[in-house]
């Protein structure tokens, strides 16, 4: 019952810009921080943006601060992420997740341990590839 959706990505030359969207369903939206996080074979996986659907506060990591943009529409239940400036390095499959804990502080702290994040719930992902 419970989804997370994730779309919008693709193939972008360096310099290009996605916006990415996660449509949430299944549970109660403004109860959740939801996330972007990505991966790449044979490295962690990295939290890169959050937001709080109870205040609305948004957390970056450093490796996209600047570039990416999150933002929530709390009545379509959908979280998206726009990303400028993108870089090759940026390649990757971005996944959103929800957790009633999530939040910034905490995106930061499970990353400086290693990639782990204990996510409520995970979406399949979507590929985002950015050539040079």
């Known amino acids: 019952e419970v989804q997370l959706q994730a779309s919008g990505g693709g193939l972008v030359q360096a310099g290009g810009s996605l916006r990415l969207s996660c449509a949430a369903s299944?549970?109660?939206?403004?109860?959740?921080?939801i996330g972007w996080f990505r991966q790449v074979p044979g490295k962690e996986r990295e939290g890169v943006s959050c937001?709080?659907?109870?205040?609305?506060?948004?957390y970056y990591a450093d490796s996209v601060k600047g570039r990416f943009t999150i933002s929530s529409d709390n009545a379509k239940n959908t979280v998206y992420l726009q990303m400028d400036s993108l870089k090759p390095e940026d390649t990757a499959v971005y996944y959103c997740?929800?957790?009633?804990?999530?939040?910034?502080?905490?995106?930061?702290?499970?990353?400086?341990?290693?990639?782990?994040?204990?996510?409520?719930?995970w979406g399949p992902g979507t590929l985002v590839t950015v050539s040079s």
């Open positions: 997740a929800a957790d009633p804990a999530l939040s910034g502080v905490t995106m930061r702290a499970y990353d400086e341990k290693g990639g782990y994040f204990p996510m409520n719930y």
């Open positions: 937001i709080s659907s109870k205040d609305g506060s948004t």
């Open positions: 299944g549970f109660t939206f403004d109860d959740y921080g």
